[in-house]
Nanobody, 123 residues
Framework: VQLQASGGGLVQAGDSLRLSCAHS????????MAWFRQAPGKEREFVAG????????GYADSVKGRFTISRDSAKNTVYLQMNSLKPEDTAVYYC?????????????????WGQGTLVTVSS
């Protein structure tokens, strides 16, 4: 099973981007998914999570109201729609998957990680 993240790029402050994470395995419908990010010199931090059912969603305070996580079971893909981007959103964004009943804001709970996609927001 692999996760393939894509959609990053260089944008200006105020712009939007949509990240995608393709899940190659048959467990997607049972996996809770999340996006994390890591800026240079900083620790990896939770951005958003979504439960296996798609009903439960959660966001870091820093992105609440600007970012939206969603999933498409037909495409085995999870998305992160990022609006009103700020320079402080600049980071490598990673998608991650875990089993169980819920997503987690703790990176050490995830067993499967994508390779990361770089988002750079200029001021």
């Amino acid at each position: 099973v692999q996760l393939q993240a894509s959609g990053g790029g260089l944008v200006q402050a105020g712009d939007s981007l949509r990240l995608s994470c393709a899940h190659s395995g048959s467990t997607f419908s049972n996996d809770n998914m999340a996006w994390f990010r890591q800026a240079p010199g900083k620790e990896r931090e939770f951005v958003a999570g979504i439960t296996w059912s798609g009903v439960g969603k959660g966001y870091a305070d820093s992105v609440k109201g600007r970012f939206t996580i969603s999933r498409d079971s037909a495409k085995n893909t999870v998305y992160l729609q990022m609006n009103s981007l700020k320079p402080e959103d600049t980071a490598v964004y990673y998608c991650a998957a875990k089993g169980g009943y819920d997503y987690s804001a703790s990176a050490n709970q995830y067993v499967l990680w994508g390779q990361g996609t770089l988002v750079t927001v200029s001021s």
